[in-house]
Every structure is written in C-alpha cells, then in structure tokens.
C-alpha cells in the first residue's frame, strides 16, 4: 500500500465532503447560514441569526426593568413547567414548544403592533430566539429579546411571580 | 508445520474480520451523519456546547462534519478507497476523543451529539467507545490482505 496516495485521497474525500455539504446546505429547507451567532455578548446564541433581532435585544436587566414598568408585555419561552416554577411577574407563558395550540388565541388578544419582549433562561438557550422567529412569522412585528432573562431578573431582585 | 496453520486460518479469518469491520463501522457513520444532517441546527447547537471552535466556524463545522461521516461511512460500506476513508474515519475519532476529554478534564458534561441530538452525555463512557471504533478503523486502515467485495481501489 502506498501511503502517499492514501493521503491525496482521503484530502480528496474530505474536498468531496464539503462540496457536498455546501451544496446540500444551500438547497435544504433546513440549511443553516454559514456563520450563526455564537457571540453571548451580542445577544442570544443561534445558528440562524437575524440582524434585526439583534438590534433589538434588550441588553440588561436595567433597561428590562423599565420596559416591564412602562407595561410592555413579557412573553415566557421556556416550557411551561418552568414558567410555573418562577417568571418574570405579569409575565405571559407562550412556550415554543406548544406555540401552535397557544398562538391563535394570541392573535385575538393583541393587535399585530404590540412590543412584547420575550425572554427564557439566559443567552445561552434559544427558546427566546426561536419565539422571536415564530411571533414575526405570525406577523408581530414589534418583538425584543431580553437577553439575560429570568436568572439575571431574579438576581436582580425584581418581582418573580409563581404559578399559572 | 503448526505456524503454517496458524497463519493460514489467520489469512482466512482476518479478511472477513476486515469487511465485517468495514460494515459495521460504515453503517454506525452513516446512521451517525444523516442524525446531524436531518437537523444542523440541532448540531451546530451541540458543537457549540463542546465550546472548542471559535463562533464562526461553529456552523460551517455543523454543516460539513456530517458529510464528512457519510462520505466515508459509504466509502467503507461500499469498499471505495477503503483505506482511505478509514482513516479519514479514524481521524475523526481521534479529534472526538480530544474534544471530549478536554471538556471532562475542565469538568463539562453535556449532550455529546454523537448519534445526533439528545441522545447521551459525553463521559468516559463515549470515550471508550469512540476507541472501541477505532481500533477497527485502524486495523482496515493497516489491513494489507485483499479485501473482498470492494466496488474499486480495494487497496487504498
């Protein structure tokens, strides 16, 4: 066996694999932009990031906590078990994970020009990201992402609320 | 007299040694990059949680590791370059490991993504079987016999 030529061929798979990889990316509907958002200090981390988004973050509990005192609605991305175990106070459940079944009664409850700021555990999870996709899909435009979410809120010392 | 039957049962029982390895490990990379190709946010994500590679190259990784998997599972399994695609294949292993044992040694545990998302930790555990594959990716990689049912190359 020739070991140079094993060499030239496994460079040669791994060329192969990424043309593939490319091409499979840019044609699936599942495809991921190139570079994601993986810098906590911009906002939340995701591999499909979107500029608007960002521009929006909400970037500390200061400026939370006066959005949450001016009344803007504060919408809870995270399942709805952790919802009841600790929330932002006047928080509003709206779990990713049964947005479906939630969203049309959401619709009726507020006009397509409301600001919400949803929020989840933090910039490391991405519940918050994925409802900000799924409200303006919906068609609210107005949605900001409270970057640091409920553990930065409650280490604030800000109102927590329990329960349903 | 005793060497000669030693070394011929060796010549018969090692070739089918080398293509049972081949299958097997071609099939566990197939199944193991199409998981992460049916979802590359889900495993870019993961690749994220090893906290290794820098933000940009965490979804260019994502999206072109799985491939790399497939593409060398199927040159197994088929028997195209063989050699080649094992050590491709053990390559890979080898840089699990290290990302693996790097993040035990500063004491992170987390969704090792292995067979795609949400299936295991990242352990001792996928440690040993990430070498329990890889000694059979390196024994194709050295077999010098003929291989049997290579579609072409069957020695590289």
Redesign the interface.
Known sequence: ??WG???V??V???V???G???V??AL?P??????????AEVGV?T??PDADENAATVQTVEEAKALWMSGVVFLDARDSGSYEEGHIKGAVSLSVYDFESRFFDFLDAYPPDTLFVVYCSGRLC?ESHRLAVLLKEGGYSRVRIFADGIPAWVAAGLPVGEGE | MKADVENGLMARVLPVLELLSRWVLGLLFIYAGVQK?????GF??TI?GYGILP??L???T???L???E???GG?LLLGV?P???S??IS?LLLVFMVAIVYNIARGYTFDCGCFGAGDDNTGWGTVWRDTAMLIPAVGILLF?GRRRVCLC?G??
């Open positions: 066996m020739r030529r094993c060499m061929r496994m040669l798979l791994l192969a694999s990424v593939v990889a490319l499979w990316n699936s599942k495809g991921i932009p190139l570079v994601g958002q993986w810098n981390v591999p499909t991405d | 190709i049916i979802d590359p946010y870019a994500k994220y933000g940009d965490v979804n260019i994502g999206i072109v799985p491939w790399v497939v593409m060398a040159g370059w050699a080649s695609s050590g491709v390559g010098k190359a020695g590289e």
